[in-house]
């Protein structure tokens, strides 16, 4: 029996050109916007046609350029640029070693509880991050003192999205066969040679996968540093909504913003996109 394929029809590219439409149209119009003076954002005339600037990406970046800018240097958002850097790069980083371990653990080793304590830790990460806010706020400030630092969010992030590490790094510890760990020690490996040598050389997929999301979750997370952070420890996301007032909304400078917001994760998300392709031949035999 023979099929007959045809090619898509006028509908599907109707279709895909308003998905596409829908998925660039808010980018486009955010970038035409960040290349607007405030005055022709906000003018009646306004149209498609205009000359584009760099001035409001001047303001956004002035305390990070080598030359001065002509206007008043607002060094808010490039403080909280460098907030938001240190502070997902370090939450990351520290899931992903705690993350990795407690999987391991969990997907290994034989111990009373094992199977609740993996499904709690799934069930956990269903707890929105609204709920957290007033523990966490109440804790942290009356208890530990840590509000209003880098590292009690840094530490906030990391308790939040521990969980969902642990959930998916364990999926691909249990994949690992067996014998390589008996063959490693074997040949004389001690528990933690065969933990860094063999396993997390073959999950480097899973890690690239928990990396870019635990990135982007501690990058765009506005509730709990909004609550915690104070001036000095300001993210990008809470720096954005401070600078709106029923006075003054400075659209250039907030678009322009939200377009060097969108770059980290993007670059992050590509570094860590190559991880998953290099783990998915790593420790591969030939037959």
Not at 20 to 43: E, F
Not at 96 to 104: D, I, R, T
Not at 165 to 177: A, D, K, Y
Request: proline share 5%; hydrophobic share 55%.
């Amino acid at each position: 029996m023979s099929g007959v394929t045809g090619r898509p029809g006028v509908g599907f590219y109707l279709a895909l050109a308003l998905l596409a439409a829908l998925a660039l149209g808010p980018i486009l119009l955010m970038l035409a916007t960040s290349l607007r003076l405030n005055v022709d954002i906000m003018s009646d005339t306004a149209s498609l046609l205009f000359i584009p600037t760099l001035r409001n990406y001047e303001l956004a970046l002035c305390d990070l350029l080598w030359y001065e800018t002509a206007d008043y240097c607002n060094p808010t958002f490039s403080r909280s640029l460098v907030n938001s850097i240190v502070i997902a790069l370090a939450s990351t980083a520290i899931t992903l070693a705690a993350g990795c371990m407690a999987a391991y653990a969990l997907a290994r080793f034989r111990f009373l509880g094992r199977d609740t304590a993996s499904l709690v830790t799934l069930l956990v990460r269903m707890v929105p991050p609204a709920v957290l806010l007033v523990p966490i706020f109440g804790i942290w400030t009356f208890q530990y003192g840590i509000d209003r630092t880098m590292f009690g969010i840094i530490l906030a992030y990391a308790a939040m999205n521990l969980p969902f590490v642990v959930w998916i790094l364990q999926s691909f510890i249990v994949q690992v066969p067996h014998q390589l760990e008996e063959a490693a020690r074997m040949d004389g490996a001690n528990p933690f040679q065969v933990f860094f040598l063999v396993i997390l050389p073959l999950i480097k997929p899973g890690m690239a996968a928990a990396a870019i999301f635990t990135f982007r979750i501690a990058w765009n997370e506005f509730l709990l540093a909004n609550a915690i952070s104070d001036r000095s420890t300001r993210t990008v996301p809470v720096a954005i909504v401070n600078s709106i007032t029923e006075y003054d909304i400075d659209w250039g400078v907030i678009m322009a913003t939200g377009m060097l917001l969108a770059i980290p994760p993007i670059v992050f998300a590509f570094v860590a996109s190559r991880q998953i392709i290099t783990g998915m031949t790593a420790g591969a035999v030939k037959g």
